[in-house]
Structures are given as structure tokens and as C-alpha cells.
């Protein structure tokens, strides 16, 4: 155990050198290598290869592996040799390390001596420092001194001259304070706030240093006091003048914006006035009137008034007016830092008067004088405020100014809402809207909004317009009572071309026919075709300069025309439902009718004329409302239903003359009185119809047909009729046979060949069935449909004759002769199948 140990020991000690002696083994190159080379060959007789090899893998190995080596070592079994060969490597590495020390040992040595040297030359450095520190403190002393004395004379010569400026800067106080009280007595109190203010400022500190001054400085504010209330004095003044001469303003102003507004209208043609017209020109002016209108005014006699001081037709009022004493108040409140102080006491003084302005007159209910007067007064009174915000912008501004003009805005619609909204004269609501218009278009040269305006302007077209259509309904109706409902006939050229002006009217060879002319349409036509074009125009006028774009009139013309139409068809309707119109008056009225239709799109071309002469309008791309061409198709409905009433009417009137005998044994052989003397009637009506448009007449013609087959058919089914004897059958199937031969001469040109005997095809046929008893032909063809010989016979048609005859054979006992069972027989047969198909 213990020799165990002791290998241990050594191999620690060996470790140890080892590793010193391979980190020494790269500093040793200098050494002498023959004692090192012969200490090796010495120990190198006693190790062997293997022991050399176990210190190698000690020397290389890390320490984990050093159980590995020695394992290897135990189990060589040559421990005490190995032991030995370690401690002469121990010894070998002793040496090494004495050799590398003796090495070092002579460098050392010399860094000492080196050392030592630097030691002696710091000391002298520091000594001579020493002396040069003393020196400087020797010589700053001295400067120190003399600079000391001189700061000490240069405040003594400060303070000297700050006591000589002190007492000769107190001397201006009481030259300024003289100017001041002069100045206070001359009424200059800017001035004299501009000295005052300079005083205090320039000689502030003296004012409170010296006691005469101290009492100088404490009448100021006195003084500031009375400047501030006399410049309000001045500014109260001069707004009270303003108010009286705001009218003047505003009429000077108006009146210039007229001009110029009517020299651009005319400056096309102004270019090309002759020398002589201009010179007429030049001595007239615009002037607007009190009902609204421009009006030219002879100024000859102006310069017989140039010496006058003040012209208020010709010059410009604001030229008289001072605006001084707002500016000097002004800057006074500035002066004083009362700016915010002043800037509402102006705009509270203002806003009172604004109020006082916007307010309405009582006179402006009866007629249009007392409308101009509160124009211009409002006008002159924003011309004001504009004068005086381009002068103090501080004062006002653009939003104030712009709040108190919607203020004015609201006041003036409400205003003419309350006056012009009641006003029922078209004549006055034009002289109204020109006043606005101008009062909107010199108010808009000055910056301000007047869309409002305008807006308001639009409101009162709509009122305008109902009025003016209101006025022309009226017209109309009284133009519709009072015709005469026949055609116009011209006996010389002077009318005929008369109605073409007035009415647009085209049929070929018209203008070489023959005096008198005739043409189809009555007095009615022309005469409400001008007064469409009169009411066209009146709308025009109020809409001029309304600032809407080209379309956009003649949409509003055409929407406005369509309601006329329509109200007059609407009145025509009414007019047409009185039940005392005969059919002369209903079918002059339809032939109108028709021309109306035709005259729309003429009325269209009229509208696109009259809008291309204004040209103040500004130019569309097209207008979406178009004159509805079919604005009268209801009334003609109307009159159509009317003219069938009324015609029916006489129908019924004929067949309630009808005299029947129902048990007739044998016909007359002719046609019964009564509808002899209809056809009559009816051949007079359709002559009347020739005015009518053909596809009218040829309606109504077949409508008269059909109901006239209809009434046939009802009287002879009619319930009253219990019995129905075959010579009965045979005289009502002669008056349905002269029916049929009056259709069939066509009344009425522009019907196919048989068309209108048509309409008797149902009540033929049922006639011919029962007159033939062909009943086994129409049974077969029951069940088919549209085929057939009766097929236009309805089955209910055919048993209600049937019964009606059988009825007459029992009344008269036909049934009980010889053979005449058998046909009853049939009869009942045929009755029984006919109502199994009903």
C-alpha cells in the first residue's frame, strides 16, 4: 500500500514538471542543449523502451487516461523500475527548469538598474516644476491688482453717467404732458394717446422716482378714460350716419350693378349702334324705378348740378361718408389692449343695427314701392360692413361678416315668404323678382353668397306659375264654353293666313282651293294654341337669370306645359261629362281634340325658339322631359264614351218605338217604321262623322253596329216576349235583314268587304236556325269549336226560341192536330239535348 502511494506521489510530482516543462520547453531555445543532450543519453542506459512509452502516454494523456497507464504499469509487474525511471525524469526536469531561471536572471537585473535611473530624472523634473509655479504666482499677483482698480474706476464712470442721463431724461415729461392736454383740447385724442403711451413707455422708471412725476403718472388713467369715451362718442356718431345714408348707398349701388348688368346683355349689339344712337346712348343712363323696371334717364343737366357738393344720383355717397373715427376708436382700443373690448361693442352696435335694417316696413303690403327702399337699405348696409372690413380687417372678419348676411338671409325670406308668398298679381310678382334679382346680383359683386336667393326665386316660380296657370285654366274653360263648335270657314286670304299664324295647319292643296275655305277644327284650336304660347312666355319671364342651366328651362317649360295640358284635358273631360252636350258639340270636340294632339310637337319646336332666345342661359347637353303627346288620349276616351252614350241614347229611344207582335201569323213583307227611320238617323250621324279622324269614325261606326245587333238580340229574347210565333220570327228577321244591307253599303269608307255585317252574324244566324229548324245540324256541331254552320250560336240563345215557340203552339192548341204530336215530341227531343250542351 505504501509503495502503491508513493507511485502516486511521483507521478503527481512528474505531472507537475511535465507540464511546467512544456509550457517552459517554448522560452527555452537559448539553453545550452549538450548538457541537456547528455543527461538524456545518460538516463536513456536506464529506461527502457516500454518505460519510455508509459511516460510518454503520462506526458500526453489527460488525466482521465491516467488509470489506463497505470493499469498497464501494475500489470507489467516492473513497478520499482518504473518508479526509478520517474524519479530520474523528475530529476531531468529539475535541471531544465534551474537552466531556464539562470536564463531570466541577468534580463531582470538590468530592468532594475533601469528603473533606478528613472527614478533620479523624475525628481529633477519635479523640482523645476516647482520653481516655474512659483514664478507664475509671483507674476499674477500683480495683474490681479491692477485689474481689481480698474473695474473699480470703470463702475464709478458708469455710475456717473447713469445719474447725468437720469436727471436730464426727466425734463421731456413735462414738454409731453403739455403736448397731451393741447392735443386733448384740439380733439386729437389718438395723438395724444400715442404720447401718452410713448411716456410712459420711454420714461417709465422716471415717473415713479420723482414725486411731481408720481403725480403726473397718476392722472393717466383720467386721461385714458376720457379719450376712450370721447372716441366712442365719435364711432356711436358716426354709425348713426351710416343708418341714414345706407338707403343712398344701396340705391347708387343697385343702380350701377343695372348698368352693368344691362351693357353686358347688349354688348353685341352695342358694337354696331351708329355714331348717332351713341351719342342719344351716352347722354342716358339705367335707372330702377320703384315697380322694379329699368328705365332710362335723360342727364343733360349734369353739369349744370357739378357744382353741387353732393350728387346722390351720380356720385358715389361712400365718398362723403368719413370713415375716420372708426379707424382712429380702433386703434385707440388697440392702443389701450382693449382690441377684443372694441371688436364687440362694434359688432354688437352692428348686429342692432342689422336687426334694424332686416325688419320690414309696413308698406311693403299694399304695392311693390315699399320693396325697394328695404333692398337698398340692406344693400347699402353690407356695402358698409364690406367698406369696413377691407379697411380694418381686425374689426370684422369674413365669418362675421358672413353670419350677419345669413342672419339677413333668413329675415328676407321670411319676409317675402310672408309678402311675396301672399301676392296673387302676376304683374307685381314679376316687378318683385326683378328687384330681387338685382338686389341678388349686387350683392353677389360684393363677395356674398345669394344662392339662397335664388333658391327663394325658384320657390316663387312654382307659386307664379300655378298662378298663371291658374288664369289660363280659366281661360281656357271660358274659350270652351263659349264656341260654336263648327268648322272655321275663311272668305278671303287675310283670315285664312291669319289661322295658319295662329294655328300651324298643313293639308295638301289647301291654299288653291276656292274662298270660303273650310278648315275642320273650330275657333277653339287656334285660339287656345296662342294662349299655350302665351302661357309658355309668361313662365319664361319669371325664370329669366335665375342662374338655371339651358336644360334644365326647358325641362321646367316643358314639365310646367304638360300640366296645362293636362288640366285642359282634365277640363274637357268635365266640360264633356254635362249631360246637356248634344252630339254635334261632342264631335267638334273630338275633331279638336285630334288637332290639339297634332299641334304638340309644334308647341315642342315653339318651346325650343323661345329658350335659344334668352341668351343669359347657360348652355345644356339636352333636356330629359318631353311634351307628353298623349296628354289628351283620356279626354278623348271621355268624349269617345260620350259620343256611344249619347248615340245608344237615340238607339234606345228608337227601340223603345218598336210595336212587335209576337203572335204575328204572317210577316208585312217589309221591314218595320221603326228601324227604318233609325238607319235613316244613323246614315245622318255617319255623314257627321267625316271630320273625324278615319280610325275614329270606323270605331264608332262598328261600336253603333255592334250595339245595335245587341239591342236586336235582347229584344227579341227579352223575358217579356213569352211566345213566339214564326211569322213573328219572319218580320224581326226582315228588319235584322235591312240592318245587314245598311252595313253592308259601309257607311263609313276604310272597312273590309263584309267587316261590319259582321256584327250581325251571331243574330243571323240564330234567326236562320229557328226559321229553318235545322236543329240536327246545329246538334251535330255543339260539341265543336268555331266549326260548323251556327257556330256562332250559343246553345242558352237557341233554347230561349225554342221555348218561346213551343210556348205559342200550346197557347194556340197547334199541338193537338193530327201529326202534331210527333213534332212536339221532337221538339221536347230537341230542347232536352240542347240543354244537356248548355
Not at 319 to 328: G, K, L, T, V
Not at 640 to 655: A, G, R, T, V
Request: one cysteine or more; proline letters at 2%; hydrophobic letters at 35%.
Amino acid at each position: 500500500m505504501t509503495k502503491n502511494n508513493s507511485i502516486f506521489h511521483y507521478i503527481r510530482i512528474y505531472m507537475m514538471y511535465a507540464n511546467g516543462t512544456t509550457k517552459l520547453n517554448n522560452n527555452k531555445n537559448k539553453i545550452d542543449n549538450s548538457i541537456s543532450n547528455s543527461y538524456e543519453v545518460q538516463t536513456s542506459t536506464d529506461i527502457n523502451a516500454e518505460q519510455e512509452y508509459f511516460l510518454y502516454e503520462l506526458e500526453t494523456t489527460d488525466s482521465s487516461s491516467v488509470g489506463l497507464v497505470l493499469r498497464a504499469i501494475y500489470e507489467g509487474g516492473d513497478v520499482a523500475k518504473f518508479t526509478r525511471a520517474l524519479e530520474r525524469k523528475i530529476v531531468h526536469y529539475d535541471k531544465s527548469i534551474l537552466n531556464v531561471s539562470n536564463y531570466h536572471y541577468q534580463g531582470f537585473v538590468e530592468s532594475m538598474k533601469q528603473l533606478a535611473i528613472l527614478k533620479t530624472k523624475v525628481a529633477e523634473i519635479r523640482d523645476k516644476a516647482e520653481d516655474i509655479n512659483g514664478i507664475i504666482q509671483s507674476n499674477a499677483t500683480d495683474l490681479i491688482t491692477h485689474g481689481e482698480e480698474l473695474i473699480r474706476y470703470r463702475r464709478f464712470q458708469r455710475n456717473a453717467k447713469i445719474a447725468m442721463d437720469q436727471i436730464t431724461q426727466t425734463l421731456p415729461i413735462l414738454e409731453n404732458y403739455s403736448k397731451i392736454k393741447e392735443l386733448m383740447y384740439q380733439g386729437k385724442y389718438y395723438q395724444a394717446l400715442k404720447i401718452l403711451e410713448e411716456m410712459e413707455h420711454t420714461h417709465r422708471d422716471y415717473l415713479s422716482k420723482y414725486r411731481f412725476t408720481h403725480a403726473l403718472a397718476k392722472s393717466f388713467s383720467g386721461i385714458r378714460q376720457q379719450i376712450k369715451e370721447k372716441s366712442f362718442s365719435e364711432f356711436t356718431d358716426f354709425l348713426e350716419l351710416i343708418s341714414k345714408v345706407s338707403q343712398r348707398i344701396g340705391k347708387y349701388v343697385m343702380k350701377n350693378s343695372a348698368e352693368s348688368f344691362d351693357q353686358e346683355r347688349n354688348v353685341s349689339e352695342t358694337m354696331n349702334i351708329s355714331d348717332h344712337k351713341k351719342s342719344m346712348i351716352s347722354n342716358t343712363f339705367l335707372e330702377l324705378s320703384f315697380d322694379g323696371s329699368l328705365k332710362k334717364k335723360n342727364i343733360v343737366d349734369y353739369k349744370a348740378k357739378a357744382d353741387d357738393d353732393f350728387d346722390e344720383e351720380n356720385n358715389n355717397p361712400l365718398d362723403i361718408i368719413d370713415f375716420a373715427p372708426i379707424h382712429r376708436c380702433c386703434q385707440i382700443y388697440n392702443i389701450l389692449s382693449e382690441k377684443g373690448t372694441f371688436q364687440k361693442l362694434y359688432r354688437d352696435q352692428r348686429q342692432a343695427q342689422a336687426n334694424v335694417v332686416i325688419e320690414p316696413s309696413s308698406k311693403m303690403t299694399s304695392n311693390t314701392s315699399g320693396y325697394l327702399p328695404y333692398l337698398q337699405n340692406i344693400v347699402g348696409f353690407f356695402v358698409v360692413e364690406d367698406y369696413i372690413l377691407q379697411r380694418e380687417p381686425l374689426l370684422s372678419s369674413t365669418n362675421y361678416k358672413n353670419s350677419l348676411w345669413e342672419t339677413a338671409l333668413k329675415k328676407i325670406k321670411s319676409t317675402m315668404d310672408n309678402h311675396f308668398g301672399q301676392c296673387v298679381d302676376i304683374a307685381m310678382m314679376l316687378k318683385i323678382k326683378k328687384m330681387i334679382f338685382l338686389f341678388a346680383l349686387t350683392m353677389k359683386s360684393y363677395g356674398y353668397d345669394i344662392q339662397p336667393l335664388y333658391h327663394l326665386l325658384k320657390n316663387f316660380r312654382d307659386q307664379y306659375n300655378e298662378i298663371l296657370m291658374s288664369e289660363y285654366c280659366s281661360l281656357f274653360e271660358k274659350t270652351l264654353n263659349n264656341d260654336n263648335y263648327t268648322p272655321i270657314v275663311c272668305n278671303d286670304e287675310k283670315q285664312f293666313l291669319d289661322i295658319l299664324k295662329q294655328f300651324p295647319f298643313h293639308k295638301r292643296g289647301l291654299d288653291k282651293e276656292p274662298f270660303p275655305r273650310k278648315f275642320p277644327f273650330s275657333d277653339f284650336v287656334p285660339t287656345v294654341f296662342t294662349q299655350a304660347k302665351m302661357y309658355l312666355e309668361g313662365c319664361l319671364k319669371f325664370m329669366e337669370h335665375l342662374q338655371m342651366g339651358q336644360s334644365e328651362i326647358d325641362d321646367t317649360i316643358r314639365r310646367y306645359a304638360n300640366v296645362l295640358l293636362s288640366r285642359w284635358a282634365a277640363s274637357i273631360k268635365s266640360f264633356c261629362r254635362d249631360k246637356n252636350r248634344n252630339l254635334v258639340q261632342l264631335t267638334q270636340i273630338i275633331v279638336n281634340i285630334g288637332y290639339l294632339e297634332k299641334g304638340v310637337p309644334y308647341l315642342e319646336e315653339f318651346i325650343k325658339r323661345l329658350t335659344k332666345k334668352d341668351k343669359s342661359l347657360s348652355q345644356g347637353t339636352g333636356h330629359l322631359v318631353s311634351l307628353k303627346d298623349q296628354v289628351f288620349k283620356d279626354a278623348k276616351c271621355e268624349v269617345e264614351s260620350q259620343i256611344d252614350n249619347s248615340l245608344q241614347s237615340k238607339i234606345d229611344e228608337f227601340f223603345n218605338l218598336n210595336s212587335y207582335d209576337w203572335d204575328l201569323q204572317v210577316s208585312k213583307g217589309v221591314s218595320s217604321e221603326y228601324i227604318t227611320d233609325l238607319l235613316a238617323f244613323l246614315q245622318t250621324i255617319f255623314v257627321t262623322f267625316k271630320n273625324l279622324p278615319p280610325a275614329l269614325a270606323r270605331h264608332l261606326c262598328m261600336q253603333l253596329c255592334k250595339y245595335l245587333s245587341e239591342c236586336l238580340t235582347k229584344t227579341i229574347l227579352n223575358s217579356s216576349v213569352k211566345s213566339l210565333s214564326s211569322g213573328a220570327i219572319d218580320q224581326f228577321s226582315l228588319d235584322v235583314m235591312q240592318c245587314e244591307n245598311f252595313t253592308l253599303q259601309c257607311p263609313v269608307s276604310g272597312f273590309e268587304d263584309g267587316s261590319l255585317a259582321m256584327t250581325f252574324a251571331s243574330l243571323r244566324q240564330l234567326l236562320d236556325l229557328v226559321m229553318a229548324g235545322d236543329w240536327s245540324t246545329f246538334l251535330a256541331d255543339c260539341g265543336k269549336k268555331n266549326q260548323g254552320k251556327y257556330q256562332r250560336v250559343k246553345p242558352a240563345e237557341a233554347i230561349t226560341i225554342l221555348e218561346k215557340m213551343i210556348e205559342y203552339e200550346k197557347k194556340t192548341n197547334s199541338f193537338f192536330g193530327i201529326g202534331k204530336g210527333e213534332k212536339r215530341k221532337l221538339l221536347d227531343t230537341i230542347l232536352k239535348q240542347l240543354k244537356s250542351y248548355n
